[in-house]
Nanobody, 120 residues
Framework: QVQLVESGGGLVQAGGSLRLSCAPS????????MGWFRQAPGKDREFVAG????????YFGDAVRGRFRISGDNAKSTVALQMNDLKPEDTGVYYCAAQVEVASGGYDRWGQGTQVTVSS
């Protein structure tokens, strides 16, 4: 059973930075990719950033490209999101995710989420 645990959320002023971390609650596990999504009140869940473990390439959603960085350790099943130059529209619940099953075609394991609030 893969359980992901996020940490590092909080309240920050616009222009500030936060770092989110994600780790398994138990042992590390095999996955094809890990990443982050977010959901603002009244909006759909949105892709933020991810890492493909097969080639090590990071990829980002358009809204955060150039401001956020993602890093991770495949052996430890951990991933972190460095968020810089935060804007009020970055406010939301941030979820860590992993793709464990190739047949799923996407992320199929999710954390409980951590709240990020950016004040103007």
């Amino acid at each position: 059973q893969v359980q992901l645990v996020e940490s590092g959320g909080g309240l920050v002023q616009a222009g500030g930075s936060l770092r989110l971390s994600c780790a398994p609650s138990g042992r590390s596990f095999s996955s094809f990719a890990m990443g982050w999504f977010r959901q603002a009140p009244g909006k759909d869940r949105e892709f933020v950033a991810g890492i493909n473990w097969r080639n090590g390439n990071p990829y980002f959603g358009d809204a955060v490209r150039g401001r956020f960085r993602i890093s991770g350790d495949n052996a430890k099943s951990t991933v972190a999101l460095q968020m810089n130059d935060l804007k009020p529209e970055d406010t939301g619940v941030y979820y860590c995710a992993a793709q464990v099953e190739v047949a799923s075609g996407g992320y199929d394991r999710w954390g409980q989420g951590t709240q990020v609030t950016v004040s103007s």
